[in-house]
């Protein structure tokens, strides 16, 4: 059988190939490397994703002895802290809880309400891009806009937005299979840096209150319950980290895929395609994450055949499930007008995306722009992308107008 293997620099150029083949020779198959079993097809990763059989962890149900697992590494206790209470994290009843009262702060009218100043944010990196002639995309537009558009929503300084760029870019690599120690050292420092910056900004909200989300989620009740300060920042990490990487990532990926396909730059360019239009197949055709784990719960799980015992690990392949020709009709073509809104970019079941709507407000923005702006945009120079697997996104993606 075909393997994958996390460390070949050829497969994380261009991972497809392999993942195509991977996917036709089986729909799920076990990996000594990640230590799980691999789901490999559209309709298993996406009941994987529904199933509560599953979970994204198991310590609420059970010990690490009695699933035979290690304990978390103490030398990583602020990371482990930075994320326990993140909804990526969490299982019933804690994640029923905790997304109801976001639920009641993180609403489709606040959501709306940042339609102004994303498009502000967006002219005004445009303006920075034409001014330069040659820019790139990703460090002088994808990056600044998302975080602008995170401080703007939490609250937070414009005047701190590197702050944020720098801790999420240091904590993400510990989600990589390949991550040294240096790696996760540094994930460890930017986690408790980042604690402590937003205990500040909590305490900070309380005491001036801005209607901002920070300030909202510190004083939202809902039948007498309310946040804890772990809690808040947990969330603000899940909206940081998520919301920034997958946004830039799936910027970057989407227009390289754009200039290796003028056709379709063209279709958005002579108004065939609108832009909200052309979002769902940027999130299918090259997924800004490539992998979602879960684990076993309950007894009598089985998938493609496959039964999978209590405490085994379920690997979903994203960017495999999303060129499945059982789903999608010629998957491996780009098509900017395919708008399958249906695809798992966004995940799926109780931890389907909470910034989904602010996610394609902010695609769509940005990808009207850029047709609106540079008309005739071009690649200055071909991209690599990061030597990364589960979060897969471009260096730069240098343009020229």
Known sequence: ????????????????????????????????????WMLTRFADVSSALKNRRLGRIYTHRYSHEELGQPAPDTRWASFLEHE????????????????????????????????EPIKAFSDNLLDTCAEKGEFDMVADYAQPFSVAVICSMLGVPTSDAQLLLDW???IVKMYEFTASDDVKQSAD???????????QLIADKRANPDGLLVSELARVEDEGDSLTEAEIVSTTTVLLEAGHEATVNTLGNG???????????????????????????????????????????ESGVEIAGQPIEVGEKVSMLFGSAQRDPRRFDSPDIFDIGRNDAAHIGFGGGIHFCIGAPL???ELARSVSGFVERFPNLQLANEPTYHPTFVIRGLTALNLTR
């Open 1 to 36: 059988m075909t393997t994958l293997d996390f460390d070949d620099p050829s497969f994380l150029v261009d991972p497809y190939p392999t993942l195509n083949a991977v996917r036709e020779e089986a729909p799920i198959f076990w990996n000594d490397q990640t230590g799980s």
């Open 84 to 115: 326990s209470w993140s909804l990526l994290s969490l299982e019933p009843p804690d994640h029923t809880r905790i997304r109801r009262l976001i639920s009641k702060v993180f609403t489709p009218r606040s959501v709306r309400g940042l339609e």
């Open 168 to 170: 999420s870019h240091a």
């Open 189 to 199: 420092i930017a986690a408790a840096e980042y604690i402590a910056y937003t205990k």
């Open 255 to 297: 227009f390289r895929a754009l200039m290796h396909n003028r056709d379709q730059w063209q279709r958005l360019v002579d108004g065939d395609v609108a832009a909200e239009d052309s979002v769902e197949e940027l999130l299918r055709f090259d997924a800004p994450l490539q992998m979602f784990e879960r684990w076993v719960l």
């Open 359 to 361: 996610a394609r407000q």
